[in-house]
Nanobody
């Protein structure tokens, strides 16, 4: 069983930065991992993904501002968020899956990000 615990959320002004962390247990460096976000009344959307070989993908709205990375020695996933915008405010979740072609299997409890204009 994989357990994921996010941290690093908080409140910032527009243009500010935050770094989210996701500590994993029962983790393997080959796992695909990702960050998702959700606002009330909306579906959860995938923000950034990283494969075991460190290949990354991002949604268009965060390209050039967010950076996903992983430290396999620490079993930790990160999301560096720069130049934050009010529309980035959401509950952020990390997720993991054994095989990249499958749906995400494991989810954290979320960490809240608030961005004021």
């Amino acid at each position: 069983q994989v357990n994921l615990v996010e941290s690093g959320g908080g409140s910032v002004q527009a243009g500010g930065s935050l770094t989210l962390s996701c500590k994993a247990s029962g983790y393997y460096s080959t796992f695909c991992m990702g960050w998702f976000r959700q606002t009330p009344g909306n579906e959860r959307e995938g923000v950034a993904h990283i494969e075991g070989n460190s290949k990354t993908t991002y949604i268009e709205s965060v390209k050039g501002r967010f950076t996903i990375s992983r430290d396999n020695a620490k079993a930790t996933l990160y999301l560096q968020m720069d130049n934050l915008k009010p529309e980035d405010a959401a509950m952020y979740y990390c997720a993991a899956k054994v095989l990249c072609r499958n749906e995400y299997q494991f989810w954290g409890q979320g960490t809240q990000v608030t961005v004021s204009s």
